[in-house]
């Protein structure tokens, strides 16, 4: 099965290596309605309902768009909120997600071994469990929600978890007998109907009947050492 997640993940790996030579991978952070309320300043980009320490809540996804990176950063993550595939979408869709953003924040939180932190705020000044809230008494602290510190990291964590560029046996395996050039549904109608103005819902009900493997979208290509010399000079663009 071809993905359309290897792009985008090789875009993710590219910019989390560009990005921590310098340090500077912006925070995402799931706040709580209480946390929106105590850090205004915080761009929202999306909500999502997850099961953080045993209860569900319902976050609210925000960026520091102030800092650099964080439109580069939030585009690409959306880009992968977008495409996620549907096997994955329905592992997370308790998380009724209102934004491609949120919807991948949900599979980083379902399947990445890289959790968030507890974010809190001390005297209105939010700061993170991991750096600062261990030094205060815990009544001091407010707990508004959650942070991932390297949402980029965390996002590879979870591709490679999701299995969602790994390839599929039919990848992978060596191709058995003759097969035609990629070509789009509407192009297999061209070809096998011999009519120039052809159109993808023409081959309808015969197009399930061909021996074939998708390689990219809307693109598969066909086997031809089973068909009749007639049916295989057409799918080869070749005058019968």
């Given at each position: 099965m071809w993905s359309d997640f290897k792009p985008i993940a090789t875009e993710i790996r590219d910019l989390a290596e560009k990005l921590a030579i310098s340090r500077?991978?912006?925070?995402?952070?799931?706040?709580?309605?209480?946390?929106?309320k105590k850090c205004?300043?915080?761009?929202?980009i999306g909500m999502a309902t997850l099961l953080m320490g045993g209860n569900w809540e319902r976050v609210s996804f925000t960026i520091d768009a102030a800092k650099p990176h964080s439109r580069e950063v939030y585009t690409l993550l959306s880009r992968a909120g977008a495409a996620i595939?549907?096997?994955?979408?329905?592992?997370?869709?308790?998380?009724?997600?209102?934004?491609?953003?949120a919807w991948w924040m949900a599979v980083v939180f379902r399947?990445?071994?890289?959790?968030?932190?507890?974010?809190?705020?001390?005297?209105?000044?939010?700061?993170?469990q991991s750096v600062d809230l261990a030094i205060y008494p815990k009544e001091a602290v407010?707990?508004?929600?959650w942070s991932w510190s390297d949402p980029l990291i965390?996002?590879?964590?979870?591709?490679?978890?999701?299995q969602l560029v790994t390839p599929q046996p039919d990848e992978t395996a060596p191709l058995i007998g003759e097969w035609s050039g990629p070509m789009s549904k509407a192009e297999f109608a061209r070809r096998i109907l011999s009519k120039h103005n052809a159109r993808a819902r023409d081959v309808a009900a015969?197009?399930?009947g061909y021996e074939k493997r998708q390689v990219g979208p809307n693109t598969w290509t066909f086997r031809l050492d089973k068909l009749s010399d007639e049916t295989r000079s057409k799918l080869e663009g070749r005058k019968p």
């Open positions: 500077a991978t912006p925070d995402i952070y799931g706040l709580t309605d209480e946390g929106l205004p300043d915080l761009k929202r595939p549907n096997r994955i979408r329905t592992e997370v869709k308790t998380a009724s997600a209102t934004s491609a953003f399947f990445s071994s890289i959790g968030p932190s507890q974010f809190g705020v001390i005297d209105c000044e939010p700061t993170e407010e707990i508004v929600g965390a996002s590879l964590s979870a591709i490679e978890a999701a015969i197009f399930d």
